[in-house]
């Protein structure tokens, strides 16, 4: 697998993505892109792969239907990462003051939500 990284056939993180996966499956990816050269290995397929390889779900077949663009695995939400907000300055305004730095706004909503969050705990005890 190292020397198509070398040789730029795939890019390098990828690569290293790649690296996680078991040998048994390194060799059969590296025989399928033999054996297609249309297939390409891109950093949201390399991701694939590997989680794909976690869940013990790589096989060949997988491994071809990753680079074709068919597997797509539906992610759980509850595992995904919670997204960014964005809050009104209109709303802000009503706690912060004009000439509070962003990094001070944060700090002090971080401080409400650590006590709303450990007064909702204790309610809930």
């Given at each position: 697998m190292i020397y198509i990284v070398d040789d730029n056939s795939i890019p390098f993180l990828a690569g290293v993505s790649l690296?996680?996966?078991s040998p048994q499956n390194q060799a059969d990816l590296f025989d399928i892109l033999q054996e297609?050269?249309?297939f390409k290995i891109d950093m949201k397929?390399?991701?694939l792969l590997r989680e794909f390889s976690v869940d013990?779900?790589?096989a060949r077949k997988s491994i071809s239907?990753?680079?074709a663009g068919v597997a797509v695995k539906k992610r759980n939400r509850a595992s995904l990462p919670v997204q960014s907000i964005k809050i009104k300055g209109k709303i802000?305004?009503?706690y912060f003051k004009p000439e509070q730095k962003p990094e001070e706004i944060e700090a002090?909503?971080?401080?409400?939500?650590?006590l709303y969050t450990a007064q909702?705990?204790?309610k809930e005890r």
């Open positions: 690296s996680y996966i297609n050269e249309s397929k390399a991701e013990n779900q790589l239907d990753i680079l802000l305004s009503k002090a909503i971080i401080e409400a939500l650590e909702k705990n204790n």
